[in-house]
């Protein structure tokens, strides 16, 4: 049973625009929560994270949004550049437990 | 240099064959995980070790088994491959502590096909 969902497959923005990517879980018990970034023919790279004591974090141009209440927290990329264009996999886990990944949504920046 | 590699890249083999998948890592992490990723389905932890004499079980182990040779050193094998076993697969490292909060650093994977 996936714990992490991400329900939109792809996304397309225009450079210079806001991204905005959803992930919503559904173990209450996850307390800590992961973005990675995915080019082809590469590996996941760690983007950011927050844990579950706040709300917000913000790193360069991109932020993370976490809402424990509705268990959903979202990656706002601003501004949206075509070298941002990868697959983008948000992640949980709680302590001492494994990290659970969701399916991944595809980011595509036009110029 | 990569500070995670993985061997082979891609990989065709056929239904019964037994396969070994390798990963190396000079980021001296005492953590090191096996992940497959499928279409729809993200990535899937099939096992991780926490040290040399440490290995465990992950959310899909079964048809897999792992080896940990080294610090460095972490292989997968598939003993008798199925064609549902045919996805991508990555390995991972980390930093120790508290594992789950680490950072974890992926190699480019490797694409496993079975016929």
């Known amino acids: 049973d996936q714990q992490v969902k991400q329900n939109s497959p792809s996304l397309s923005v225009q450079e210079g625009r806001i991204s905005i990517l959803n992930c919503d879980y559904t173990n209450s018990m996850f307390d800590y929560f992961l973005w990675y970034k995915k080019y082809p023919a590469e590996g996941p790279t760690f983007l950011i994270s927050?844990?579950?004591?706040?709300d917000k974090n913000e790193d360069g141009r991109f932020t993370v949004f976490l809402n424990k209440s509705a268990k959903h927290l979202s990656l706002h990329i601003v501004p949206s550049q075509p070298g941002d264009s990868a697959v983008y996999f948000c992640a949980a886990s709680r302590k001492f437990n494994d990290m659970r990944f969701g399916a991944g949504t595809r980011l595509t920046v036009k110029p | 240099d990569a500070d995670v590699t993985q061997t082979p890249r891609n990989r065709i083999t056929k239904t019964g064959k037994r396969i070994m998948l390798e990963c190396s890592q000079t980021?001296?992490?005492?953590?090191m995980y096996w992940y497959r990723q499928d279409p729809g389905l993200g990535l899937r932890l099939i096992y991780y070790s926490f040290d040399v004499k440490d290995i465990n079980k992950g959310e899909i182990s079964d048809g897999y088994s792992v080896s940990r040779q080294a610090q460095a050193k972490f292989s997968l094998s598939l003993e008798s491959a199925i064609p549902n076993q045919t996805a991508l697969y990555f390995c991972?490292?980390?930093?120790?502590?508290?594992?789950?909060?680490?950072?974890?650093?992926f190699g480019p994977g490797t694409r496993l096909t079975v016929l």
């Open positions: 980021k001296g992490h005492d953590r």
């Open positions: 991972a490292t980390s930093v120790g502590g508290s594992w789950s909060y680490n950072e974890q650093f």
């Open positions: 927050i844990s579950s004591i706040k």
